[in-house]
């Protein structure tokens, strides 16, 4: 009898887990569904077939890479700025995993891939808990979590993709400052030392100034430049 509760127990408790993780992402849900719509009509007002479109939010899954590599594909930008510019914006990921590797280092392969499939900004905001990913019940909830906001994000470039074919030029809309109102929402929270404020002020002064100036890397100057005075203030601080 004690076995069966035990059973029992647990499996209420991995449910209780399952419903919180998507109760505690649905803000997030919710907050990129103006960003999924630009990214689906923008792909489809600048060529994409409906089917590349949604493929395209299946498999690669990375927001701000796709409406970057969508626009230089627009502008017919040589492949080789293309792939690099891409492999920079989504190289925080590598940032992430290496973040989160140690917590899930003993966790068996079919806990560790889908979770390193999931692991978005978003994500990885819900996995400073110093116990996150080290118990079954905590899995459930980071997959729960990372699974709904894939969906959630699916949707979204399902919706765009319909309204890039029924409605007006969504990117007249400023759809796009969804993006920064997102990432500021993550970024502020983060913001708990010098290092870190003056890799965000900096990256921010660098990417209005680049793009004032019209420079194509832009954006991975501006992020390089960050990092780099980052860093040096973290080790001066220490």
């Known amino acids: 009898m004690s076995a069966v509760t035990n059973a029992k127990n647990r499996t209420r408790l991995h449910r209780l887990a399952f419903i919180k993780g998507q109760l505690d992402m649905l803000p997030l849900n919710l907050a990129v569904l103006p960003w999924g719509l630009l990214c689906g009509s923008l792909a489809m007002q600048n060529g994409f077939s409906a089917w590349e479109t949604q493929l395209m939010s299946l498999l690669v899954f990375a927001g ?19 792939l690099f510019t891409t492999f920079i914006i989504s190289s925080r990921h ?18 560790r891939l889908p ?15 110093r116990k996150a990913y080290q118990t ?8 729960s979590a990372g ?5 959630a994000w699916n949707i979204w470039t399902l919706l765009g993709i319909l309204a890039g074919q029924l409605l007006p030029d969504l990117t007249n809309l400023g759809l796009d400052f969804a993006i920064a109102t997102t ?6 929270p983060t913001i708990k030392n010098k290092a870190t404020l003056a890799c965000v002020v900096i990256t921010g002064v660098c990417a209005a100034t680049f793009k004032a100036w019209g420079l194509e890397l832009w954006l991975v100057l501006s992020a390089l430049s960050g990092m780099t005075v980052g860093y040096i203030v973290s080790k001066d601080s220490q």
């Open 64 to 82: 701000s890479a796709q409406l970057v590599a969508i626009e230089l594909i627009a502008d017919h930008t040589p492949l080789l700025t293309l």
């Open 94 to 111: 590598f940032l992430y995993g290496l973040a989160v590797r140690q917590k899930v280092i003993s966790q068996p392969l079919r806990w």
């Open 115 to 129: 979770v390193s499939f999931v692991l978005t900004d978003e994500l990885f905001a819900f996995s400073h808990h």
């Open 136 to 143: 079954k019940t905590r899995l459930i909830y980071a997959l």
């Open 147 to 151: 699974f709904s906001f894939y969906v």
């Open 183 to 188: 990432f500021i929402a993550l970024v502020v």
